[in-house]
């Protein structure tokens, strides 16, 4: 299984940057995906997280200025964010759950609690810093 982000950089606030993340390995139309993030001294939330049925839902910090999307075909998942503050730097992480222990909600939630298991899996993140 890999998980692999890219996208990260610099950026000034106000600015935009898409992230992206290759997925390989397992199953992927079977799995809820998501954008976790990590900023230096806390612990990691959730941003956006998407349904197998393309349903998305997003963290508080994200709604309204970041967009997730899923290609199932190229098994590819993105985060279009825009707005970007200061607040948002951090590490972000790509995940993916199967869908049968992850709901969308469920796993916005209690997602950033999990380590690498059998039927999750993390990226190994992309720097965003905003400035």
């Known amino acids: 299984v890999q998980l692999v982000e890219s996208g990260g950089g610099s950026v000034q606030t106000g600015g935009s940057l898409k992230l992206s993340c290759a997925a390989s390995?397992?199953?992927?139309?079977?799995?809820?995906l998501g954008w976790f993030r990590q900023a230096q001294g806390k612990n990691r939330e959730g941003v956006a997280v998407?349904?197998?049925?393309?349903?998305?839902i997003y963290g508080d910090s994200a709604q309204g200025r970041f967009t997730i999307s899923r290609d199932n075909a190229q098994h590819t998942l993105n985060l279009e964010m825009n707005d970007l503050k200061p607040e948002d730097t951090a590490v972000y992480y790509c995940?993916?759950?199967?869908?049968?222990?992850?709901?969308?909600?469920?796993?916005?939630?209690?997602?950033?609690?999990?380590?690498?298991?059998?039927?999750?899996?993390w990226g190994e993140g992309t720097q965003v810093t905003v400035s």
């Open positions: 995940a993916a759950a199967s869908k049968e222990i992850a709901t969308p909600p469920y796993f916005l939630r209690l997602g950033p609690t999990w380590a690498q298991g059998t039927h999750n899996f």
């Open positions: 390995g397992f199953s992927y139309s079977d799995y809820t």
């Open positions: 998407i349904g197998i049925d393309n349903s998305p």
